[in-house]
Antibody, heavy 121, light 106 residues
Framework: EVQLVESGGGLVQPGRSLRLSCAAS????????VHWVRQAPGKGLEWVSG????????GYADSVKGRFTISRDNAKNSLYLQMNSLRTEDTALYFC??????????????WGQGTLVTVSS | IQMTQSPSSLSASMGDRITISCRAS??????LNWYQQKPGKAPKLLVF???SLQSGVPSRFSGSRSGTDFTLTINSLQSEDFATYFC?????????FGQGTKVEIK
């Protein structure tokens, strides 16, 4: 069974940093691209960032580019999101997700339960 | 790429056939996916690559495309289908989602 377990969320002041982690199990982690998607309270889904299986291809939403850094450690079956210069608008539930197939971007088929990040003074 | 989803909400009865639309601001080929989300839960992938049904998803769900217009159809709405639905393009980063369509019981 595929499992994605996020951690690292919490309450942080504007301008500070936070590092999210996602522990993956139940599938061959190093074969798949993985992503972070967030959802502000009561709002829709926003793709944040994604990273290919070998870390060569990385993308970011315009809203986080230059502030957030995605990375992965295939030896530890883990995905990370380093979030710097946090803003109140970054407040959201952050989901770790994996792509459906190794062969291409065919949707996000497995999701964690999310970790809540609250940016407030 | 902007994804414009409509309607933002709809009311329907069990057994109804409903359609949800999603328009891309530019061509995205067939790189369009649909998700269902229930309150307090993570999204669930329903349809990928415009019209391929994800494993385990009932056949009353289907997806189609006409140019840059995409449609999710649910035939014979069931109680468990009342939820919020999102489209998402995976053609190019940054990936983008539609605003969502909340399907409520009439």
């Amino acid at each position: 069974e595929v499992q994605l377990v996020e951690s690292g969320g919490g309450l942080v002041q504007p301008g500070r940093s936070l590092r999210l982690s996602c522990a993956a199990s139940g599938f061959t982690f190093h074969d798949y691209a993985v992503h972070w998607v967030r959802q502000a309270p009561g709002k829709g889904l926003e793709w944040v960032s994604g990273i290919s299986w070998n870390s060569r291809n990385i993308g970011y939403a315009d809203s986080v580019k230059g502030r957030f850094t995605i990375s992965r450690d295939n030896a530890k079956n883990s995905l990370y999101l380093q979030m710097n210069s946090l803003r109140t608008e970054d407040t959201a539930l952050y989901f770790c997700t994996k792509e459906n197939f190794v062969s291409g971007p065919t949707g996000l088929d497995s999701w964690g339960q999310g970790t809540l990040v609250t940016v407030s003074s | 790429i902007q994804m414009t989803q409509s309607p933002s909400s709809l009311s329907a009865s069990m057994g109804d056939r409903i359609t949800i639309s999603c328009r891309a601001s530019q061509g995205i080929a067939n790189y369009l996916n649909w998700y269902q989300q229930k309150p307090g839960k993570a999204p669930k992938l329903l349809v990928f690559a415009t019209s391929s049904l994800q494993s385990g998803v009932p056949s009353r769900f289907s997806g189609s495309r006409s140019g840059t217009d995409f449609t999710l159809t649910i035939n014979s709405l069931q109680s468990e289908d009342f939820a919020t639905y999102f489209c998402q393009q995976s053609y190019i980063t940054p990936w983008t989602f539609g605003q969502g369509t909340k399907v409520e019981i009439k």
